[in-house]
């Protein structure tokens, strides 16, 4: 019974003393943390990934946009059932090309973005 008390009162302990020591630990990383945070350089090259995300966040869904509209005007085209369903398949095979082009330039922007400004930072 003895060893049972011991066993709850250690781990007691060793819960508030680690708790005290992990929270003083976490409250100097966010201090630290804070302080790289709010440097001017940081909040510059922020700055850039907001204006750049902004700049290509609609380019991806234009496209899917535009492939949606080209995939139901084929859908509801002239010809057989056949006809349409192999329009259809067609037709979404082509959005959907041009949707991987889409983000495919939109990557290729983000990292020649990224190359340039890790260029301006040497």
Do not use: C, H
Request: aromatic content about 4%; proline content about 2%.
């Amino acid at each position: 019974m003895r060893g049972k008390i011991g066993l709850v009162v250690g781990l007691g302990v060793g819960y508030v003393l680690g708790t005290r020591a992990g929270r003083q630990r976490y409250e100097q990383i966010k201090a630290r943390w804070l302080k790289v945070w709010n440097l001017d350089p940081v909040q510059e090259q922020v700055g850039r990934a907001k204006e750049f995300a902004k700049s290509q966040a609609l380019a991806v869904p234009a496209a899917v946009w535009a492939g949606a509209i080209k995939v139901a005007k084929s859908a509801t085209g002239e010809g057989t059932p056949g006809q349409k369903l192999d329009s259809v398949i067609a037709t979404g095979k082509d959005a959907a090309a041009e949707v991987a082009d889409v983000v495919e330039d939109a990557v290729e922007d983000a990292v020649d973005a990224a190359k340039k400004s890790s260029r301006k930072g040497e």
